[in-house]
Structures are given as structure tokens and as C-alpha cells.
């Protein structure tokens, strides 16, 4: 089984700040990574696909990179609606799909 | 616009079999590319996928849930359907239905859509 590390597990920080979320894959996914935004109480939203891929009506102050094993997610400038939980999800598994297990992104 | 709602008992008996159902509008559930899914979500934790069905009735199953976990499709109505077996208290969680779109390079699936969730307890 391939596993997800997310780091770190909580994040504070400021308006406008850059921040930067990582998610490690136990083996080598190529690109096949997604991340997700949720909000309490809230279902979770797609935000990147295949490590790098916008979705579309994801504001461009988002980010994501990386390959192989390890990957990153970057919100260039904090705005308050940013305040969340974020998830990464592999789909290099055969017929199966993980996730990491999120990152608070807190207010400073 | 595409809209998933699940819908199924808030509330589970131990030992018994919870059963939901997600209603698609917006489009047709027999489009291709597209699988159709769930997710759950414990208290207080992370996301864990369930598994998913094609139209034509094709199921893939999360290995951990496999013995107990039958998914199900009705074109004609648009939906799908979970059934898990079994319940205990660890299955209490927000279940999540989700449109899985098909990546064939990898074999596998992201989450383009998700319903709103709706909370099971499994309690006597």
C-alpha cells in the first residue's frame, strides 16, 4: 500500500504570508496526486490534479508541484478564505485511492 | 449543473447494515470517464476512500472494506447506492458520495465532485 505523509500537520500563519504544505508518497507515484481544500462542516474540493493541474475556478494564488515521491502545495499569499483543512490523494494504485492525513492551515 | 445528495439513515445499530443512496442531477450518471463513489470521513480525522461503480455496474472496492461493501447502480433513477455490513461504532462517519474521474495512464481516480455528506452514528 502506498502511504501519504502530509507535513506539517498544522500550519499558522498570516494574511498574505506564502506558505508551503508537503505530502511524501512511500513509493514513487509519478504525477498522479491530487490535493483538496475542506472547510468545516464542508465537503472536500478539488483544488490540483496530476501534482501540477489547476482545476478550473481555483484561484491562480495556488499552486502545486513535484513527482516521484514527494510534492508540495503553494498558496502564494494567504487571503482569509485560505483557512482550512488540505488533503493530498494518490491515484497511482491500481484500482485504489489514499489519502494523506491533512494539513490545518490556521490563522497566526 | 451537477448537484450529488446523499440521503439514508442518521443512525445505525451495531451489527446492522447501514445503507445510503446518492442522487446525481445535472447529468447523466451513464456518462462516460466518470465513476461514482464514496468517501467517509470519522470524527475529527482524514478521508477514507470506499470504492466506486461504473455504470455498467463494474465495482472497485477499498481492500479494507472489500468483505463488507457492495455498491450499487439505478440508471433509470440516476443514483447509486452503499451498503455496509456489519457496523460497529468505528464505522461512524460523514459518508461522502463523489463523481471519480477515470485517469487510464494510472489505472486510478481523483474526486471532481462531492455531495454535501451526511453523518451515520452506529449505536444501540
Known amino acids: 500500500d502506498i502511504q501519504l505523509t502530509q507535513s506539517p500537520s498544522t500550519l499558522s500563519a498570516s494574511v498574505g504570508e506564502r506558505v508551503t504544505i508537503t505530502c511524501r508518497a512511500s513509493?514513487?507515484?509519478?504525477?498522479?496526486l491530487a490535493w483538496y481544500q475542506q472547510k468545516p462542516g464542508k465537503a472536500p474540493k478539488l483544488l490540483i490534479y496530476?501534482?501540477?493541474s489547476l482545476e478550473s475556478g481555483v484561484p491562480s494564488r495556488f499552486s502545486g508541484s513535484g513527482s516521484g515521491t514527494e510534492f508540495t502545495l503553494t498558496i502564494s499569499s494567504l487571503q482569509p478564505d485560505d483557512f482550512a483543512t488540505y488533503y493530498c490523494?494518490?491515484?497511482?494504485?491500481?484500482?485504489?485511492?489514499?489519502f494523506g492525513q491533512g494539513t490545518k492551515l490556521e490563522i497566526k | 449543473q451537477l448537484q450529488l445528495q446523499e440521503s439514508g439513515p442518521g443512525l445505525v445499530k451495531p451489527s446492522e447494515t447501514l445503507s445510503l443512496t446518492c442522487t446525481v442531477s445535472?447529468?447523466?450518471?451513464?456518462?462516460?470517464?466518470?465513476?461514482w463513489g464514496w468517501i467517509r470521513q470519522p470524527p475529527r480525522k482524514g478521508l477514507e476512500w470506499i470504492g466506486n461503480?461504473?455504470?455498467?455496474?463494474?465495482?472497485y472496492y477499498n481492500p479494507s472494506l472489500k468483505s463488507r461493501v457492495t455498491i450499487s447502480v439505478d440508471t433509470s433513477k440516476n443514483q447509486f447506492s452503499l451498503k455496509l455490513s456489519s457496523v460497529t461504532a468505528a464505522d461512524t462517519a460523514v459518508y461522502y458520495c463523489?463523481?471519480?474521474?477515470?485517469?487510464?495512464?494510472?489505472?486510478?481516480?481523483?474526486?471532481?465532485?462531492w455531495g454535501q455528506g451526511t453523518p451515520v452514528t452506529v449505536s444501540s
Open positions: 490523494q494518490q491515484y497511482n494504485s491500481y484500482l485504489m485511492c489514499s
Open positions: 463523489a463523481r471519480h474521474f477515470w485517469e487510464p495512464y494510472s489505472s486510478s481516480w481523483y474526486l471532481f465532485d
Open positions: 513509493q514513487n507515484i509519478s504525477s498522479w
Open positions: 445535472g447529468v447523466s450518471i451513464s456518462s462516460s470517464n466518470y465513476y
Open positions: 496530476k501534482a501540477s
Open positions: 461503480i461504473y455504470f455498467s455496474g463494474s465495482t
